[in-house]
């Protein structure tokens, strides 16, 4: 007899994946049923579509659990829709990218998963703020968001895809500068891309902040300044396991907020998704313990 009372939602993109998030789908379905859970299920239709579905699910703060089969862009829209609302949120991950997810730990199979969704086995963690939207994993300007961005006009996916992109702008990207303040350190200089990370990875392992926690209030700020190419190309394959923290190029500090001003208006990626707008200055903060996750 399982021990949740309440109706459990759940939130499916089903192109996540390019569409293998669907097999999870029927899986997560077939073993609720078999479990003797209440469900009830939400599909997403367009981009954007689970941040209304989650505000339209969680409003009167009643909802209990709200499950998540998609990736790192579904989840994200799920948390810009019930933030400060008590759900509690569990993703399975079904996504190209599930960064935010691999910081809560092993993924052990769905079966192990609902196990700890009626164990009710939780943990809080914290989001970032950038102007008034939520992030997971992390916010990138300049190099790596005109990587994204050159991505989804390809419609690409995936860490291969991801090494050739970074290649084909190498020797096209012109550096920015950048102003940055946070009260832990000041930075005035040209940068090739700055990151403001909360997880540790993103672009679907790419490990650019090895000393990120996504529990310990602080944001993780990655920048690489201007860096010869040769070098570039040489060092790239050290951000896999997260050493290129030793390169005089790369500047790396935790801050709690952080305001920046940049000499050009340039794509911002938020959670691997574009800001609709090119952005010159903007404002960043931690929220602690901004929600709670079933751990796997
Ligand atoms: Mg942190």
Same mark, same amino acid.
């Given at each position: 007899?399982?021990?949740?009372?309440?109706?459990l939602?759940?939130?499916?993109?089903?192109? =996540?994946?390019?569409?293998? &998030?669907?097999?999870?789908?029927?899986?997560?379905?077939?073993?609720?049923?078999?479990r003797? @859970?209440?469900?009830? $299920?939400?599909?997403?239709?367009?981009?954007?579509?689970?941040?209304?579905?989650?505000?339209?699910?969680?409003?009167?703060?009643?909802?209990?659990?709200?499950?998540?089969?998609?990736?790192d %862009?579904?989840?994200?829209?799920?948390? !810009?829709? $019930?933030?400060?609302r008590?759900?509690?949120? %569990?993703?399975?991950?079904?996504?190209? $990218?599930?960064?935010?997810?691999?910081?809560?730990?092993?993924?052990?199979?769905?079966?192990?998963?609902?196990? &700890?969704?009626?164990?009710?086995?939780t943990?809080?963690?914290? =989001? %970032? +703020?950038?102007?008034? +939207?939520?992030?997971?994993?992390?916010?990138?300007?300049?190099?790596?968001?005109?990587?994204?961005?050159?991505?989804?006009?390809? !419609?690409?996916?995936?860490?291969? =895809?991801?090494?050739?992109?970074?290649?084909?702008?190498?020797?096209?990207?012109? $550096?920015?500068? =950048?102003?940055?303040?946070?009260?832990?350190? &000041?930075?005035?200089?040209?940068?090739?891309?700055?990151?403001?990370?909360?997880?540790?990875?993103?672009?679907?392992?790419?490990?650019?902040?090895?000393?990120?926690?996504?529990?310990?209030?602080?944001?993780?700020?990655?920048?690489?300044?201007? @860096?010869?190419?040769?070098?570039?190309? @040489?060092?790239?394959?050290?951000?896999?396991?997260?050493?290129?923290?030793?390169?005089?190029?790369?500047?790396?500090?935790?801050?709690?907020?952080?305001?920046?001003?940049?000499?050009?208006?340039?794509?911002?990626?938020?959670?691997?998704?574009?800001?609709?707008?090119?952005l010159?200055?903007?404002? @960043?903060?931690?929220?602690?313990?901004?929600?709670?996750v079933?751990?796997?």
């Amino acid at each position: 007899m399982n021990k949740i009372k309440t109706e459990l939602q759940v939130i499916v993109n089903p192109v =996540a994946n390019r569409g293998k &998030s669907k097999l999870l789908f029927e899986e997560l379905t077939y073993l609720l049923e078999k479990r003797g @859970i209440r469900y009830s $299920c939400h599909i997403t239709e367009y981009p954007g579509h689970a941040t209304l579905l989650t505000d339209k699910i969680t409003y009167k703060n009643e909802t209990e659990i709200l499950l998540i089969v998609g990736g790192d %862009g579904t989840y994200n829209e799920v948390e !810009n829709g $019930c933030f400060g609302r008590k759900v509690k949120l %569990g993703h399975i991950p079904a996504g190209s $990218c599930n960064d935010f997810t691999r910081e809560l730990g092993l993924w052990k199979g769905l079966d192990s998963f609902l196990d &700890s969704v009626e164990r009710d086995n939780t943990m809080l963690v914290d =989001a %970032g +703020r950038v102007n008034n +939207r939520i992030f997971l994993t992390n916010i990138g300007a300049g190099f790596d968001a005109q990587i994204i961005h050159d991505m989804n006009v390809r !419609n690409l996916k995936g860490n291969l =895809a991801y090494v050739r992109m970074v290649f084909k702008n190498l020797f096209g990207f012109k $550096c920015f500068h =950048a102003e940055l303040s946070s009260l832990e350190k &000041s930075f005035d200089s040209s940068l090739l891309m700055l990151t403001i990370n909360n997880a540790t990875t993103y672009g679907g392992g790419f490990k650019i902040a090895p000393l990120a926690n996504v529990q310990d209030g602080m944001l993780d700020v990655c920048l690489i300044s201007s @860096i010869n190419k040769a070098k570039f190309i @040489i060092n790239f394959p050290k951000v896999y396991s997260g050493s290129h923290l030793g390169l005089e190029e790369v500047i790396y500090w935790k801050t709690k907020k952080l305001k920046s001003n940049l000499d050009r208006k340039l794509p911002i990626q938020v959670d691997g998704e574009l800001l609709p707008d090119r952005l010159d200055n903007f404002d @960043i903060e931690i929220i602690p313990d901004a929600f709670r996750v079933f751990r796997f």
